[in-house]
């Protein structure tokens, strides 16, 4: 078994193996590697149940953490995905939000776990990286979304 040299750990109260099974099921280039059952009891729980999952989120290594309430999560951190077009935007959205997640702004939305994602239209990024007056309307356009519009951050750019 190898060890990433960088991985993100994730803090869940309970549920780290039904989120991770959700990623891998929602993102491309995702899986679940391994579960890890705690090999006595700790404080948020008992020997034998679900300690660590390991899994990839859009190939980046993970670590899902079943730590208990003593932390929550927060916009503090994110996954950022970039979109190639509205039909793959609305499939992340809706995927998250609607399976007990919660729409934010700019978009952003928070899974069921509370994980923050940023589902991100690579034409928003593309707008954002040419500057002066078209990153001014594509992001004036995209601080009144929710999901982004692809279309609208489209017609922003070229005012």
Do not use: H
Not at 66 to 83: D, V, W
Not at 91 to 102: D, H
Not at 125 to 153: H, L, Q, Y
């Amino acid at each position: 078994m190898t060890v990433a040299k960088n991985t993100i750990c994730i803090w869940y109260d309970k549920d780290a193996e039904a989120a991770a099974r959700f990623y891998a099921e929602v993102f491309p280039d995702s899986a679940v590697k391994a579960v890890r059952r705690a090999p006595s009891d700790y404080p948020s729980g008992k020997a034998g149940e679900v300690l660590t999952v390991e899994f990839t989120v859009a190939g980046i290594p993970c670590i899902g953490l079943n730590g208990g309430t003593a932390f929550k999560q927060s916009e503090a951190f994110s996954f950022q995905i970039a979109t190639d077009d509205q039909e793959e935007t609305d499939r992340y959205w809706n995927a998250i939000v609607g399976n007990g997640g919660q729409e934010s702004q700019c978009g952003w939305c928070k899974d069921r776990w509370g994980v923050n994602w940023q589902i991100t239209p690579r034409v928003l990024s593309e707008a954002m990286a040419a500057g002066g007056a078209e990153a001014k309307r594509a992001f004036e356009a995209m601080m009144k979304m929710k999901k982004i519009d692809v279309a609208a951050i489209e017609a922003a750019r070229r005012g």
